[in-house]
């Protein structure tokens, strides 16, 4: 997670959306407080739009959009607000704001150092409350490693690891057959190493 905005303080919603609009950071909100969300790596960068690349097609055929962490999503309305590195969402409602999105299918995030443990707890926490919510993925910018959560038609939250070179991420409801090797596509990130014994 990013720094509190300077000086730290109580935002109201509205406070916080006039902050947005003035200033050339971001900032995600989150029970009042404003936080800065830092730039990005060349590896994030490229990792993200290899992603969208890949989603894009497959939502453009089910009426959906992907969007990257430009836009706003609201996870829960006057508390919690976040700009997740990359959604998918179908849902008509979503045209209607030209601003904030509701209703994701799919959220992913680039994991980096100060925002991996925040993006895998409390973040996730909050974007499990998100009844529209089926995929949520958390993506290494360290190694070619892909940590894929689905909800299950029972509302339980499946894993999947997916580390290897030939590993394929496979999520059949989004037409999304993609690669490890094109997602990491032109980065300097290498594969996950294999200690000696462990092949």
């Known amino acids: 997670m990013g720094q509190p905005a300077n000086p730290p303080r109580h935002y109201t919603l509205k406070e ?3 902050l947005q609009e003035k200033s050339a950071a971001r900032y995600e909100y989150i029970e009042g407080e404003a936080f800065a969300v830092g730039g990005a790596s060349l590896a994030h960068n490229l990792i993200k739009g290899n992603l969208v690349a890949a989603l894009r097609p497959q939502a453009r055929r089910r009426g959906g959009r992907v969007l990257d962490e430009s836009v706003l999503l609201v996870v829960r309305a006057n508390a919690f607000y976040t700009y997740p590195d990359v959604l998918l969402t179908t849902d008509p409602a979503d045209r209607r704001d030209p601003y904030l999105v509701r209703h994701p299918l799919l959220l992913a995030e680039v994991l980096s150092p100060t925002t991996a443990e925040y993006d895998r707890t409390e973040k996730f926490a909050n974007y499990q409350k998100l009844p529209s919510l089926r ?6 910018q360290s190694a070619w490693v892909v940590e894929w959560f689905r909800r299950d038609e029972a ?3 499946v894993y999947t690891l997916l580390s290897m070179v030939d590993d394929v991420l496979e999520i059949p409801d989004l037409g999304l057959s993609l690669p490890l090797r094109e997602l ?6 290498a594969p996950r190493r294999v200690l000696p014994g462990l092949e």
């Not at 995929?135 to 290494?140: A, P």
């Not at 990491?184 to 990130?189: A, F, I, M, N, P």
């Open 16 to 18: 916080y959306f006039a």
């Open 135 to 140: 995929h949520y993925l958390l993506i290494s």
């Open 155 to 157: 509302g339980q939250w």
């Open 184 to 189: 990491y596509e032109d980065t300097d990130v």
